[in-house]
């Protein structure tokens, strides 16, 4: 069972040292292995960027957001400057592809590579709340492996690539390793596990919930004992 009493700040910190990368690219990298949706902003679309939207008007905006419900005082001064901060971190659109990048030749064919106990974070769509948990990745090679730490790496910058939702960061990690044009792997297994902000504190006020999502490409797909013999690997 993971531990989601964890503090949001030490996931975070620990997603952003993992990427890499502390400030968002400056220029989003073209689409190519990540399906896209037609919404502006939702998993899988790089063909915006947060640098094109001025950072002093957002802070404005959620000063005006706070003024507007009477919030104010010592203890808000900064708050526009950190949810901005916090928006903008979740909100680095790249293409995942380029996450895999290196990858080595396979010493052999027919085997299942697994990761778990893989920490990453998101921001909800729909309400701008934490989520965050464990995800379980698995794949089979097909001449040509992953550098390992490439695959947690992926589950975290799914993770950050914009406010959505987990449904939707677990197709996009399946899908930008099933579709990886070096990779092309036989098979691909996700599973991510998350507690939800936006479900702890309000709606259902339900803080224990955990919400499962898994998703299976290729042979994991279609053979019910690989997909078996992946899941009894993943021990939450
Ligand atoms: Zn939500």
Same mark, same amino acid.
């Given at each position: 069972? #993971?531990?989601?009493?964890?503090?949001?700040?030490?996931?975070?910190?620990?997603?952003?040292?993992?990427?890499?990368?502390?400030?968002?690219?400056? #220029?989003?990298?073209s689409?190519?292995?990540?399906?896209?949706?037609?919404?502006?902003?939702?998993?899988?679309?790089?063909?915006?960027?947060?640098?094109?939207?001025?950072?002093?008007?957002?802070?404005?905006?959620?000063?005006?957001?706070?003024?507007?419900?009477?919030?104010?005082?010592?203890?808000?001064?900064?708050?526009?400057?950190?949810?901005?901060?916090?928006?903008?971190?979740?909100?680095?659109?790249?293409?995942?592809?380029?996450?895999?990048?290196r990858?080595?030749?396979?010493?052999?064919d027919?085997?299942?590579?697994?990761?778990?106990?893989?920490?990453?974070?998101?921001?909800?769509?729909?309400?701008?709340?934490?989520?965050?948990?464990?995800?379980?990745?698995?794949?089979?090679?097909?001449?040509?492996?992953?550098?390992?730490?490439?695959?947690?790496?992926?589950?975290?910058?799914?993770?950050?690539?914009?406010?959505?939702?987990?449904?939707?960061?677990?197709?996009?990690?399946?899908?930008?390793?099933?579709?990886?044009?070096?990779?092309?792997?036989?098979?691909?297994?996700?599973?991510t596990?998350?507690?939800?902000?936006?479900?702890?504190?309000?709606?259902?006020?339900?803080?224990?919930?955990? #919400?499962?999502?898994?998703?299976?490409?290729?042979?994991?797909a279609?053979?019910?004992?690989?997909?078996?013999?992946?899941?009894?690997?993943v #021990?939450?």
């Open positions: 069972m #993971t531990d989601h009493s964890a503090s949001k700040e030490s996931v975070g910190s620990y997603v952003a040292a993992a990427i890499g990368q502390s400030e968002p690219s400056e #220029t989003p990298p689409l190519s292995n990540v399906p896209s949706t037609t919404s502006k902003g939702m998993s899988g679309d790089t063909s915006w960027a947060i640098e094109q939207y001025d950072s002093a008007a957002q802070e404005e905006a959620v000063r005006a957001m706070l003024d507007a419900f009477g919030l104010g005082g010592e203890h808000f001064e900064d708050t526009p400057r950190r949810f901005v901060e916090l928006v903008r971190a979740f909100t680095r659109p790249i293409d995942l592809a380029e996450v895999l990048e990858d080595f030749t396979s010493v052999e027919n085997y299942m590579v697994t990761q778990v106990s893989i920490p990453f974070a998101g921001l909800c769509a729909h309400h701008l709340a934490p989520f965050w948990g464990s995800a379980a990745v698995g794949y089979l090679p097909r001449g040509r492996i992953v550098g390992i730490s490439k695959i947690t790496r992926l589950v975290m910058a799914a993770g950050r690539n914009t406010p959505t939702t987990q449904e939707a960061i677990t197709h996009a990690i399946a899908n930008t390793m099933f579709k990886h044009q070096r990779l092309q792997p036989s098979g691909v297994a996700v599973v596990r998350a507690g939800h902000g936006c479900m702890a504190v309000r709606g259902p006020k339900a803080p224990l919930t955990e #919400t499962i999502v898994s998703t299976m490409r290729g042979t994991f279609h053979s019910p004992q690989t997909r078996q013999e992946f899941m009894d690997m #021990t939450w």
